[in-house]
C-alpha cells in the first residue's frame, strides 16, 4: 500500500486500486500521521488539529477514526493481532509505513540526494511529477495542514530550480525556456529562478533576451522592494556582457558558496541552522568559514559580531564535531584578547557565552574545562548588568553546559531551564523556549518525575512546530520510550518487550535524521541494556549491537553475560572515569553494578563515591532519552561491595 498527500489525500493498494478511507475526518487523521513522518501524535494534539472547539466526546471520536482507518489501510489483519500501519504508540498513535510508500516523503528525499549529488536527477524528475495538485489539498481550515502545505510548497519550488540549475550545468536547459518564464511569472521574487531563466536563454543563442531578463527583474526588485540583485544576478550579467559564450554554473544554495561577507554569511547559516538536519551541518561549516573570513579583514569589531551572532541554542554536552568547536573557542578567545576588557561589555558577552557553549564538557578535561566554566559565569553577569534577555538566555545556554561537572546536578539544571524558559516566553524567544522546555524535561527525567517530563515533552512539541525545529519530535519520542521502560518494572506495567519496541522506534527516527549534533551512536545498546538491568536481567549479548563510546562502561557486564569472568574483571579495571555529560551518572552505575557483581572492592568505592551526590536521580534520566533505573540501587550494591573488602 501507499499513500499520497502531494494532491488530495488517498491510499492505494499494491495494484493501484483506490483504498476506501472514509469521510474528511478520516482523511485528515491519516493526513495528520504522515505529516508527523513516522513519530508519535499524542491524542490530545491529534484533537487540537481536527478541531478549533473539541466536542465533548472528541477523543471517542478519534478513536473511531483510527479503528476505521485500520480496518480500511489493513483489511486482511487477522483479530485481536497489533495493527503494523497504524499504531498505537505512548499517549498517541504513530504511522508506520516505509519512506517510498508514501509520496511526500519520496520528495523530500529525492531532492535532498539531488543536492548532494546531481546523479539523482532523474528520481528529482519522477518525485516533481507526482505532484496532483497543492499538498493536502483537501484538508482545508486546518493550520497544521496550512503550514505543512507552505512548506512542502516552498521545497517544490525549490526542487523545480534545482532541476533546472543541475540541467544547465550538465551542458542542457535550452528547453526550459518556456517552463522559467511561467515559473518567474508566478513566483517573480525568486532571484535563483530569473538567474536560471536567464540562463536558459543564454543557452538557446537568445543572449538579447538573457540581459532583458536579468534587467526585467532588476527593475521589479529596486522598484518594489529597494533591492539590488544579489551578487549571482550580477555576475551573471557581467558574464553575458562580456560576450562568454559558456557560463560558469550557479553557485550552490549553501552560503560558503555564495559571495556574501562574513557577517550576511553568519546570519544565513544561523537561520539555517534552526533548521536542524543537513542545513545545520552545512550552517556550522558555513559560520567557521565566515569568522576565519571576519579574522582575515583584521577588523576586531566585526570578528567579535560574526563570532557571536551564532547564538543557536546547544542542548547536548558533547559536540558533534570537537575539532570544529575547538577552533571556534580558539577564535573567540583570540579576539577576546584583541578586544582587551575594556571593550565593549555586548560584545565581550558575547564571545564569553560562545566559548562556553562552544565547549561542551564532555570534550574538555582539566584547565580548559575549568576556563569554560569562567568563560560561562562572567557572561551570565555581564548580561545581566546589561539587562538584555536574548542575551542572557545565550549567557544561559553556556551556564547550562558547563553544569555537568559531577553526577547528581539535575536540580540546578532545571533552575538554569526554568529561567531560560521565562525568559524566553516573555520575550519572544520561541527557540529558547525550545531550549528551556527541553533542559527541563532532562532534569525532571533525571529526578524520576515523569508527570513533569511529560508535560514538557508536550509543551516542547508544540512550540515545535511554529519554530521548525524538527528534531523535538524525535527526542520526545525517546523520551515516551524511557517512560514506557520505566513502567515496564511497575506491577502491571507494559511488558520489557512493549519498552524495547518503543526504543526501536526510537532509534528508527534518529537514524532518519540527518543530523542530531551531541548524540553519538550506542544510544539504543545502552537502552536495551538499561531495560534489562531494570528486569534484573544480563545484558544483551547480541554482537550485532553498537555500543558506540559506551563500549568501555558496557563491556564489564557483556562479558558476564558471556560467562567470560576474568575478561570482564580486565575490563572493569580499564574503565575509565565517565566523561562529563548527561551519560554520566548511567556509566557509573553500570560500574558500580560490575564492580559488585565480580567483588570489585576498589572499583565499588570509586563508584560509590562518585554516585553519593545523585542518590535521589535515575541514571541515564538526566538525558532524557533512557533510564537504568534510580541511581540509589547501584550506590546500595557499591557501597555494599565496598564495605566488604
Not at 238 to 267: C, K, N, Q, S, Y
Amino acid at each position: 500500500m501507499r499513500i499520497d498527500v502531494l494532491g488530495a489525500v488517498r491510499a492505494l493498494r499494491a495494484d493501484g486500486t483506490p483504498v476506501d478511507l472514509g469521510g474528511p475526518r478520516h482523511r485528515e487523521v491519516l493526513a495528520r500521521l504522515v505529516a508527523a513522518g513516522g513519530r508519535m501524535v499524542a491524542t490530545d494534539t491529534l484533537v487540537a488539529d481536527l478541531w478549533a472547539e473539541p466536542p465533548v466526546r472528541a477523543v471517542g471520536a478519534l478513536r473511531t477514526f483510527v479503528a476505521a482507518l485500520r480496518r480500511a489501510v489493513e483489511p486482511d489483519r487477522p483479530p485481536r493481532t497489533p495493527p503494523r500501519v497504524l499504531v498505537t504508540e505512548g499517549p498517541g498513535y504513530a504511522l508506520r509505513l516505509p519512506r517510498d510508500q508514501v509520496d511526500a516523503h519520496r520528495f523530500e528525499d529525492a531532492l535532498a540526494r539531488a543536492r548532494r549529488t546531481p546523479e539523482a536527477l532523474a528520481d528529482l524528475e519522477a518525485a516533481l511529477a507526482a505532484w496532483r495538485g497543492p499538498a493536502y489539498a483537501d484538508v482545508t481550515g486546518s493550520l497544521w495542514a496550512q503550514r505543512e502545505r507552505a512548506r512542502l510548497e516552498e521545497l517544490r519550488l525549490e526542487g523545480i530550480e534545482l532541476r533546472a540549475r543541475l540541467l544547465l550545468d550538465s551542458g542542457a536547459g535550452a528547453e526550459l525556456v518556456a517552463e522559467l518564464g511561467a515559473h518567474v511569472t508566478e513566483h517573480p521574487w525568486r532571484e535563483p529562478a530569473w538567474g536560471l531563466l536567464a540562463r536558459a536563454l543564454h543557452r538557446a543563442g537568445r543572449q538579447a533576451d538573457a540581459l532583458a531578463t536579468l534587467r526585467r527583474a532588476r527593475t521589479m526588485l529596486v522598484q518594489q522592494l529597494g533591492l539590488d540583485p544579489g551578487a549571482e544576478l550580477r555576475r551573471l550579467e557581467a558574464d553575458i556582457l562580456h560576450g562568454a559564450t559558456t557560463l560558469p554554473p550557479a553557485r550552490t544554495v549553501w552560503t560558503a558558496g555564495v559571495r556574501l561577507g562574513p557577517r550576511t554569511t553568519v546570519e544565513l547559516a544561523r537561520t539555517l541552522a534552526l533548521a536542524g538536519g543537513d542545513a545545520l551541518v552545512h550552517s556550522r561549516r558555513d559560520r567557521l568559514a565566515a569568522v576565519q573570513a571576519a579574522e582575515r579583514t583584521g577588523d576586531i569589531a566585526l570578528t567579535a559580531r560574526v563570532i557571536g551572532a551564532y547564538d543557536v541554542p546547544a542542548l547536548w554536552s558533547r559536540a558533534d564535531d570537537p575539532e570544529q568547536s575547538r577552533a571556534v573557542v580558539a577564535a573567540a578567545e583570540r579576539t577576546l584578547t584583541a578586544l582587551g576588557t575594556d571593550g565593549p561589555a555586548e560584545l565581550r558577552a558575547r564571545l564569553l557565552a560562545t566559548v562556553a557553549v562552544e565547549s561542551r564538557s564532555a570534550d574538555l578535561s582539566g584547565t580548559a574545562s575549568e576556563r569554560a566554566g569562567r568563560a560561562a559565569r562572567e557572561a551570565e553577569a555581564l548580561a545581566r548588568e546589561l539587562d538584555d534577555p536574548a542575551l542572557l538566555v545565550f549567557a544561559l545556554n553556556g551556564v547550562f553546559l558547563q553544569s555537568f561537572t559531577r553526577p547528581g546536578l539535575a536540580a540546578a539544571r532545571d533552575v538554569i531551564g526554568a529561567e531560560i524558559l521565562d525568559l524566553a516566553t516573555r520575550h519572544a524567544l520561541p527557540n529558547f523556549a525550545v531550549l528551556g522546555r527541553l533542559v527541563r524535561l532532562q532534569s525532571a527525567s533525571a529526578l524520576g518525575d515523569l508527570d513533569a517530563a511529560s508535560a514538557h515533552a508536550r509543551a516542547a512539541e508544540r512550540l515545535a512546530v511554529s519554530t521548525e525545529a524538527s528534531l523535538v519530535p524525535v527526542l520526545t519520542g525517546w523520551f515516551r520510550a524511557r517512560v514506557t521502560a520505566a513502567r515496564s518494572a511497575e506491577p502491571g506495567g507494559p511488558t520489557a518487550a512493549t519498552a524495547a519496541a518503543h526504543y526501536r522506534a526510537a532509534e528508527d527516527a534518529l537514524a532518519g535524521t540527518a543530523s542530531m549534533p551531541g548524540l553519538h551512536r550506542g544510544l539504543f545498546a545502552l537502552a536495551l541494556l538499561g531495560l534489562r538491568l531494570l528486569h534484573d536481567r544480563p545484558a544483551p549479548t547480541d554482537p550485532a549491537l553498537d555500543w558506540g563510546p559506551y563500549r568501555p562502561w558496557t563491556q564489564p557486564l557483556v562479558l558476564l553475560a558471556r560467562n567470560r569472568v576474568e575478561e570482564a574483571r580486565t575490563a572493569l579495571a580499564a574503565t575509565p572515569e565517565p566523561p562529563f555529560d548527561h551519560m554520566q551518572e548511567a556509566l557509573w552505575c553500570l560500574t558500580a553494578h560490575a564492580a559488585a557483581r565480580l567483588g570489585e572492592h576498589r572499583a565499588a568505592a570509586r563508584a560509590a563515591t562518585a554516585l553519593r551526590t545523585a542518590r535521589t536521580d535515575h541514571a541515564g534520566g538526566a538525558s532524557g532519552l533512557l533510564t537504568l533505573g534510580p541511581v540509589a540501587r547501584y550506590l546500595k550494591e557499591a557501597e555494599k561491595c565496598a564495605t566488604q573488602g
